[in-house]
Every structure is written in C-alpha cells, then in structure tokens.
C-alpha cells in the first residue's frame, strides 16, 4: 500500500495540470496514468487561448511556443463552388488570438516535465485505477493494476477522477448523471493537405456530408459526422466515398478520394453529452469529462476540463496542505465549474438540435447554393453577433488563471 494527500487518476490534460499546480503549492501529489506513456492518437489537440494564457502564467509559453503547432485564427465555409470566411479569432481580446493544434502527446509531456522538477510529484504511469477504497462511507484512494498484472492500493486524503467520460471511479462511487441525447457520432481520420489547400478550420456541408476539417499543416485532422448509433449500417460501403462526397462540396478535395485504404483508418467517437449532479463525494472529486461529458461540436472539452483543475487547485491547495479537505470545499469547486459547463452544453444542445440534426439528415446543402442562406448571412454582417461564437469556442466565459502559488517566470 502506498499513501499521498491527492491522488489523481487520469493523465490527460487535467489531470496533469492539477498535478503540476498542486506539487507546486508543496502538496504530495500523485497522478495515475494506465497507458505506458503519452505516444497516442488523441482527437483533441485543440490548445485554446485560455490554456494558451494559462501556460505562460506557468512559465511554460516559451517552452509550448517551440512545439510543432498549427494556428488556426479563422474558420471558412464552402458555398457555391468557392471557400468563404465563417468566423474569425483575429479579434479576441488578449494576447493570443488563434487555437494551437498540438499534438497532445507534446503537451502532457511538456507538463510532466515541469511536473518532475517538483520534489512532492510523483507519476506513476501503466497504472490503472480499477475500483475506490472506502472507509466507512468515505472515500480514501484506489485499487489499482498495473501494466504486467501486480495489484495494490493506494490511500489518499483526497481522490480526484479525471479519467473521461467512461470514467470508472466516478461509475464506483455511484454518482448519478443527466444525460441529453446527441444526434451524431464522429468519425475521425486524416487526409493529405498541400500548400494550395485552404487554411484554418473548414467546415463541410452538402447534402450528403457534414465534416469539420483541422488544418495541422501537412495533413487535415477530418470529423465527419454520420447518424447516431450508424456506424456498423454505414460501414459497409467503399471507404473512399467519404472523401468523395466530401469533394462534392470541396473541390480541392477530389485528388485525394482515394487516400483512405480501409476502414481500419477510420476511428468512431460515440459521441455523449452528460452532467453528474453531484462532482464529488466524501474523498472524492470528479472534473473535466468524469463530471460532464462533452459534445466535440466547438472542440472545447479538454479545455474547460483545465479549467476544472485550475479552479480546483486554487480552492483545494489550502485545505490539502493543513488535511482539512471537506465536502463543502469539493461543493466549491462544482459551483464554480457549474456556470461555465452549463453554458457550454446549452450551446452544444442548441448546435445538435439546429444545426447538426438537419446536417446529417442531409437537410442542409450550403456547399451547393448559389448564396450563404439568410441567418448566415445575417451572422456574417453583424459585428457583434459575429464575435459571439469565436468568443465562446475560445475564450468561453469565467476563465481560470493560476494561482499566485504556481506562477513562474518563463
């Protein structure tokens, strides 16, 4: 059996956040991750410019500015045979006006790294969390397995889950989700992109294809959106006409129908929109997609799930170091979080029921019309209506910043 005084389950980029900002305040602090490290596919590479804000508070901007990113400061339409600006970030307050794509790999390294330099940081990866131990009805660490089969536990003064959307400690510790259906999955692949394709973010809408591509400079990160629960009915055809009725509507796209050799290449997303009722129990806080679950529409889940764990740092880091961790500053954390989920999942139910519904119902074709129909053209003419969307995709609202305990210099 091995002890600390917050026991974080989950490497990913709120889990290594709150492990970096907590051993930073002095609390001995270990972070769970089951994988052998980093090396994975992820679909979220999306750095907004809170996280951006949030990294050099740390005194990690001039490390982050050397990693391999792609900034995207606009998104562009297909309409009528040509690509036409959508939105764009050129304007958000603040210093950095654009979403970096990273390979997510390079942050949760870069994190980990700033981690290590801290003497109360410890992260233990091929180890995963498989159960919660309980002391009478509280909460106090994990059963665990590792990698070549040992088991253990680890006891703790307070457990945080931030373990994703099928986490298993928040399933363990019985609390009760709302769960909103969702009209779509996703499929995620790559395809080739050259220097004469468009920029940015581009967004695919025809009849027979709704997509967002990412542009991460020598390739395009593609999300192609396809019915709920469709997946196995659909697969069955030539993986190359997803790309081709993609062209349909991107031109630009045509020679590379064919870039796609199997099925094998294309990975699904079931796609959930969920919130727990309650973040936490006695020893027990969930954040990021352990305590909401979060649509891709906006691709703004794992940064609000950093902000999660900077809030929770800022709240949690006096009561840790005295051992006086109570519900009521767990109930802290959530009420903090809650305005910020809550608003970001309102706009995503909007999104699936106005837009993403009818798109993938093939009752949107603005890829084929000779003009951008009425209410996008009304959202391209009106400055203020126009700045709504890049604001809350990027920037959101109660954004986080770090805690006077974490600050560096670069």
């Known amino acids: 059996m091995d002890r600390t005084t917050c026991l974080v389950v989950g490497g990913g980029p709120a889990g290594m956040v709150l492990g970096l900002l907590l051993a930073r305040a002095g609390i001995d602090v270990m972070v769970l991750e089951k994988h052998k490290d980093f090396l994975r596919d992820f679909r979220g590479d ?31 339409l297909p309409i009528g045979g040509s690509t036409q600006p959508l939105a764009t970030l050129k304007y958000l307050p603040g210093k950095h006006k654009y979403i970096a794509m990273v390979p997510q790999w390079d942050l949760l390294d870069l994190l980990a790294r700033s981690a290590d330099q801290e003497p109360s940081f410890r992260l233990r990866m091929n180890t995963e969390a498989m159960e919660v131990i309980r002391d009478g009805g509280r909460i106090c660490g994990v059963g665990y397995r590792t990698a070549d ?5 680890i006891r703790a003064d307070l457990t945080v889950a931030c373990d994703g959307r ?3 400690l928040r399933a363990a510790a019985g609390l009760r989700s709302h769960s909103w259906p969702t009209p779509m999955d996703v499929w995620w692949f790559r395809l080739p992109r050259t220097n004469i394709d468009p920029a940015g973010a581009i967004a695919v809408v025809n009849a027979n294809r709704a997509a967002v591509l990412l542009d991460r400079g020598d390739y395009w990160q593609c999300a192609t959106l396809i019915a709920k629960g469709s997946d196995q ?3 069955g055809g030539p993986v190359s006409e997803i ?11 045509r020679d590379r129908v064919h870039a796609l050799h199997s099925w094998d290449e294309v990975k699904l997303l079931d796609v959930k929109l969920d919130r727990l ?13 352990a305590a909401h679950a979060m649509s891709p529409a906006g691709g703004v ?14 709240i949690l880091a006096a009561p840790l170091c005295s ?30 029921a106005r837009v993403i519904r009818p798109a993938v119902a093939g009752r949107i074709d603005i890829a084929n019309a000779a003009r951008a129909p009425l209410p996008l053209r009304i959202f391209r003419r009106t400055p203020f209506v126009r700045g709504i969307l890049p604001f809350l995709l990027a920037r959101g609202i109660l954004p986080e910043h770090a805690p006077d305990f974490a600050r560096r210099e670069a």
């Open 46 to 76: 999306t750095v907004h410019p809170t996280t951006l804000d949030l990294l050099d508070e740390l005194g990690l901007g001039e490390e982050f500015a050397k990693l391999r990113a792609r900034k995207l400061d606009q998104i562009q």
């Open 149 to 153: 089969g040992n088991t253990g536990e």
């Open 166 to 168: 099928d986490s298993i």
């Open 233 to 235: 009915a659909v697969r």
């Open 243 to 253: 790309v081709r009725s993609m062209a349909d509507a991107a031109p630009w796209l």
């Open 277 to 289: 009722q309650r973040w936490y129990t006695d020893g027990l806080l969930c954040i990021g997609d």
């Open 301 to 314: 889940g794992i940064n609000l799930a950093v902000q999660d764990a900077v809030a929770a740092a800022r």
């Open 323 to 352: 051992g006086t961790v109570s519900e009521a500053q767990l109930a802290a954390v959530q009420r903090r979080r809650t305005a910020p989920t809550v608003v970001t999942q309102g706009l995503q139910r909007f999104l699936h």
